[in-house]
């Protein structure tokens, strides 16, 4: 069975811009789940998404959205990119409605540089 | 606010020892409690994961222990070896919010 996948591995963008990141559960997973990665903050949480709609949100501002498909492919995106984003962004797949509540399984993450 | 504090920071040891990682949180809601190890351009595996209502769970020569009242667990790695060279990241999910709080990290170094 494929593991979750994510691309593009690596990013770099200048600020202002905008970048979409995309995740691709394993089959039969409907959840997925973002988190956020810095040296300075660790791990935080940003969303979670189960068969298309967001259940969960992390305390993170409005230029961080995301969406996911029927097929349960999740996309996110960052807005007005800002320096503070430089991070490893990495998605985890669950078959649970609460993925916290049970194991997950993350992909190995997209490196976003915001220069 | 839940806070989740790993220490040591970092651990260097020889092959073969048995060792201890700790993991603390300030509240004791918590669903459950999960330790994860982190290898570089590999992502988070899961390791363990113990529910409020466990006090302990293994998995080969892993053991992770919970003592909810005093909001503290313990991974315990039993023969390390080089393979087991990783940052060790445990995390509590709250009864409130489903989300996961986690921890620093601890980064572990196994010697041959």
């Known amino acids: 069975k494929a593991g979750v996948t994510q691309t593009p591995r690596y990013l770099i963008k200048t600020r202002g811009q905008q970048v979409t990141l995309s995740c691709s559960p394993i089959?039969?997973?409907?959840?997925v789940s973002w988190y956020q990665q810095t040296p300075g903050q660790g791990l935080q949480f940003l969303f979670e998404?189960?068969?298309?709609?967001?259940?969960n949100k992390g305390n993170f501002p409005g230029r961080f959205s995301g969406r996911q498909f029927s097929n349960s492919r999740s996309e996110m995106n960052v807005s007005t990119l800002e320096l503070g984003d430089s991070a490893l962004y990495l998605c985890?797949?669950?078959?649970?409605?609460?993925?916290?509540?049970?194991?997950?399984?993350f992909g190995p993450g997209t490196r976003l540089t915001v220069l | 606010k839940q806070e989740v504090t790993q220490i040591p920071a970092a651990l260097s040891v020889p092959e073969g020892e048995n060792l201890v990682l700790n993991c603390s949180f300030t509240?004791?809601?918590?669903?459950?409690l999960q330790w994860f190890r982190q290898d570089p351009g590999k992502g988070l595996t899961s390791l363990l994961l113990?529910?409020?209502s466990q006090r302990e769970q293994t998995s080969g020569r892993l053991n992770a222990s919970l003592d909810k009242s005093s909001g503290r667990s313990t991974l315990y790695i039993a023969a390390s070896q080089p393979g087991d060279s990783a940052t060790y990241l445990c995390?509590?999910?709250?009864?409130?919010?489903?989300?996961?709080?986690w921890g620093a990290g601890t980064k572990l170094i196994i010697k041959p």
């Open positions: 995390a509590v999910s709250r009864d409130s919010n489903y989300q996961l709080i």
């Open positions: 509240d004791s809601a918590i669903y459950n």
């Open positions: 985890a797949s669950s078959q649970l409605l609460r993925s916290a509540l049970g194991e997950q399984f």
């Open positions: 113990i529910q409020s």
């Open positions: 998404y189960f068969s298309e709609t967001q259940r």
């Open positions: 089959s039969g997973h409907r959840s």
